[in-house]
């Protein structure tokens, strides 16, 4: 979703991305209601064509757009979320979808804030469930199927997650069955992202044969944050095909030290 904003929409993105660590500032629970309210506008837009192409028209004037989202949404949404709405309407957008989006994207934004300090977990959990989603094909199914409704699919989620995640864990997951993504497993990929940068950290994917130690994950969490000049959030995926060694995926980058990569060179070379 980040890497779509080009032009004056990425502008915008990173001013109302201020705007918003501003009006939720020291409150998990103003930021988790601005994240609900954002999100439902994001889904509002999607489906009133005609309501997204006025309120990004840059040939209306700003005062208008205004108006018309406070008739809209005014007294549905919270006073911090109405004032974000204000300021996005009112700017520069590249594309109509990109308004939609990136209230999506604030709303992701809204809800690391609405973690604390635990945004770490609140990562781990999402790509726990996204694994889930990935390697369980009854649950992939159940999330995917179009006969069950988005409130069955939430009860679901809800089941599962229940008091064992974040609140905020729960409620992007939710979010992600929204179909703004392919799958689930891709709407929370790229909401891990949005979380990571909000912290300011990359994310790396780490493919192990077994368990990794602590020591080991802090080692190689230090060296990564060395090498990219900025903390790294691991994902660590146990994968027996890797045999040994580890592999290390982070951004375009592969860093591949395991024993089938090296086998598979030297059999290259045997051949070639």
């Known amino acids: 979703m980040t890497s779509d904003f080009r032009g004056a929409s990425a502008d915008a993105v990173a001013t109302l991305t201020g705007e918003l660590e501003t009006s939720v500032s020291g409150s998990p629970e103003v930021a988790a209601q601005v994240s609900r309210d954002l999100f439902s506008v994001a889904t509002t837009l999607r489906g009133e064509g005609a309501l ?8 209306v004037a700003p005062e208008a757009r205004q108006g018309l989202v406070g008739q809209v949404v005014g007294g549905k949404v919270s006073e911090q979320a109405m004032g974000l709405l204000r300021s996005a309407v009112s700017r520069r957008w590249t594309a109509t979808r990109d308004l939609a989006d990136a209230l999506e994207h604030l709303s992701v934004v809204a ?59 729960t409620s992007l997951v939710t979010q992600a069955l929204a179909g703004t993504y392919r799958t689930v497993a891709v709407a929370l990929a790229e909401y891990q992202k949005v979380a990571a940068a909000a912290q300011q950290q990359g994310v790396a994917t780490v493919r192990v044969a077994r368990h990794l130690p602590e020591d080991e994950r802090a080692r190689l969490a230090g060296a ?39 086998l598979d060179d030297a059999r290259r070379r045997l051949v070639g």
């Open 111 to 169: 809800l690391v804030r609405s973690a604390g300090g635990e945004a770490s977990r609140l990562a781990d959990e999402m790509f726990a469930f996204g694994q889930a989603v990935k390697t369980t094909p009854a649950l992939r199914d159940a999330l995917s199927d179009p006969a069950r409704s988005h409130q069955d699919k939430a009860r679901l989620v809800e089941d599962l997650l229940g008091d064992k995640a974040l609140p905020a864990t």
């Open 224 to 262: 990564l944050e060395r090498q990219y000049g900025r903390p790294v959030h691991l994902n660590v995926v146990v994968d027996p095909a890797v045999i040994g060694g580890i592999r290390v995926e982070i951004g375009d980058d592969v860093i591949d030290g395991t024993i089938s990569s090296r």
């Open 52 to 59: 997204r192409r006025f309120v990004t028209d840059a040939s």
